[in-house]
């Protein structure tokens, strides 16, 4: 194995552990929150499966602001953006918990980030939710809402992207390859402290189904990327990340947004920012919808 791809593989790692697991220990100390005041919550039963979801009902019933977590998070790590959401707007604002994650039960099939998709969509569909929406993905969400609106984009009004990953700021298959591989060895040795092995299984999967369903255009759009403007970053594979998300703003015609304070996981480390930003898509978000084929980011 060259240096460089020995490098490349340690950040890839160092990336599942640095953001993955900080994600899970910043969606414990959200956990530790109380809910946000008129918070409701339902368990929907989905293909055989619950599913958890927290709902803010506003009084607008045509505009819904979806929360998507990142890999290993629960809903809790949007309780203070909700918090602030629900005081400044009269959407009805919705956080989850993906199969497996919070309280929702876990799934043995093989991972399928469509089947992800597909079953989200259903339980939002009995909710009768499943309407104009504003789509709002932290990090592996940030797949997850660029599918979502590729599958049923007359839903979609707006999207914003909060450190989001991206199929060039990952390195694409290869990228992908690397992170799911490093999650197997660390299985193998039995260190592994990533708590979706069925999610890093299908990473790979996962990157092809992106790279044929790039991120839409056509309505407003944020993307919100961690660290000042001027952030001096010596790691090239840590410019290539924050790249992307450049990258996805210019593509999109999208609004670039630097967390100054933050770290990967600015839902809680800023949730001003991220309420902010939400709040401003949703303010331009109008009768236009999500278009794939008007855009589509360079495959990395």
């Not at 660390?186 to 991120?215: C, H």
């Not at 290539?240 to 967390?259: F, K, N, P, Q």
Request: aromatic share 6%.
């Amino acid at each position: 194995m060259t240096r460089a791809r020995t490098h490349y593989f340690a950040w890839i790692r160092g990336m599942a552990w640095a953001i993955l697991l900080g994600c899970g220990m910043a969606g414990q100390a959200a956990a530790a929150a109380k809910d946000p005041p008129g918070s409701e919550h339902r368990d929907v039963l989905v293909q055989g499966h619950l599913m958890h979801f927290e709902l803010s009902r506003g009084s607008n019933p045509d505009r819904v602001i979806l929360l998507e977590a990142g890999a290993t998070l629960s809903s809790t790590e949007w309780t203070e953006v909700m918090r602030r959401l629900r005081s400044r707007t009269n959407a009805t604002i919705i956080a989850y918990d993906r199969a497996g994650m919070g309280r929702s039960a876990p799934l043995r099939t093989r991972y399928d980030v469509r089947q992800e998709v597909s079953r989200l969509h259903d339980a939002l569909r009995q909710l009768g939710l499943a309407r104009e929406m504003v789509l709002v993905g932290h990090s592996y969400g940030g797949f997850l809402i660029q599918l979502y609106a590729n599958l049923y984009p007359r839903e979609v009004a707006g999207m914003v992207y909060v450190e989001a990953v991206t199929v060039s700021g990952l390195g694409g298959v290869a990228g992908a390859t690397l992170f799911r591989n490093a999650i197997s060895d660390a299985i193998r040795a039995g260190t592994n402290q990533f708590s979706d092995p069925r999610l890093a299984e299908g990473y790979v999967r996962t990157m092809k189904t992106l790279m044929r369903n790039p991120p839409p255009c056509g309505i407003p759009v944020a993307v919100i990327t961690r660290g000042p403007r001027d952030m001096a970053i010596t790691d090239p594979l840590l410019q290539r990340w924050r790249d992307g998300h450049a990258a996805l703003a210019a593509t999109t015609g999208g609004t670039l947004i630097h967390a100054a304070r933050s770290g990967h996981v600015v839902p809680v480390d800023d949730p001003d920012l991220v309420a902010d930003a939400i709040l401003g898509v949703n303010d331009r978000a109008g009768r236009a919808r999500a278009d794939p084929r008007k855009c589509a980011l360079p495959n990395g």
